[in-house]
T-cell receptor, first 112, second 107 residues
Framework: EADIYQTPRYLVIGTGKKITLECSQT?????MYWYQQDPGMELHLIHY???????EKGDLSSESTVSRIRTEHFPLTLESARPSHTSQYLC???????????FGQGTRLTVV | KNEVEQSPQNLTAQEGEFITINCSYS?????LHWLQQHPGGGIVSLFM???GKKKHGRLIATINIQEKHSSLHITASHPRDSAVYIC?????????FGTGTRLQVFP
């Protein structure tokens, strides 16, 4: 069973609020990823990290930011949420050099 | 043209039926993933395979590297198999995902 956790699972928040989605893994994986998925649509990579102090933008432009201060944590922050940010956000991790990825349960975000 | 294509997009079946989901890709790969996403949203990795065939319970995954094609089979399907099945291939440090196949199995 994969040890990667996301909180919260569901979040409804007002426009303009700052939010942070948490992602933690206990497998010691170097690589971590954030994907965005709209209902019925494919996953799009928005951020990834090779390890501590490493962050890269993904294929889909996103107004969110990420940080990687510790190996285990890869939080995603929206400074000012908008209805267009309504989506599901999935976190994943994998060992460096090993492409098998483990996914969290996802955070379903609704901005009203 | 997407680099990873799945078919069919939607699939309905009666309980007990044999299910096949196909995945074709256009990039060179070292391995291919089959993932399962339930309505709650979480994704579970079913298989990662680089050649031949893998079996886990009622699930079987095959891959033909030369033809750039993989199949996921479900034997004796059950309503709890209802989910979206996604194939994904690595591209440098990232995964490229197919659009998924939505499977519904009715009792």
């Amino acid at each position: 069973e994969a040890d990667i956790y996301q909180t919260p699972r569901y979040l409804v928040i007002g426009t303009g609020k700052k939010i942070t989605l948490e992602c933690s893994q206990t497998m010691g994986h170097d690589k971590m990823y954030w994907y965005q998925q709209d209902p019925g649509m494919e996953l799009h990579l928005i951020h990834y990290s090779y390890g501590v102090n490493s962050t890269e933008k993904g294929d889909l432009s996103s107004e969110s930011t990420v940080s990687r201060i510790r190996t285990e944590h890869f939080p995603l922050t929206l400074e000012s949420a908008r209805p267009s940010h309504t989506s599901q956000y999935l976190c994943a991790s994998s060992e460096y050099g090993n492409t098998e990825a483990f996914f969290g349960q996802g955070t379903r975000l609704t901005v009203v | 043209k997407n680099e990873v294509e799945q078919s069919p997009q939607n699939l309905t079946a009666q309980e007990g039926e044999f299910i096949t989901i196909n995945c074709s890709y256009s990039v060179g790969i070292s391995a291919l993933h089959w993932l399962q996403q339930h309505p709650g949203g979480g994704i579970v990795s079913l298989f990662m395979l680089s050649s031949g065939k893998k079996k886990h319970g009622r699930l079987i995954a095959t891959i033909n590297i030369q033809e750039k094609h993989s199949s996921l089979h479900i034997t004796a399907s059950h309503p709890r198999d209802s989910a979206v099945y996604i194939c994904a291939v690595p591209n440098t440090d990232k995964l490229i995902f197919g659009t998924g196949t939505r499977l519904q199995v009715f009792p």
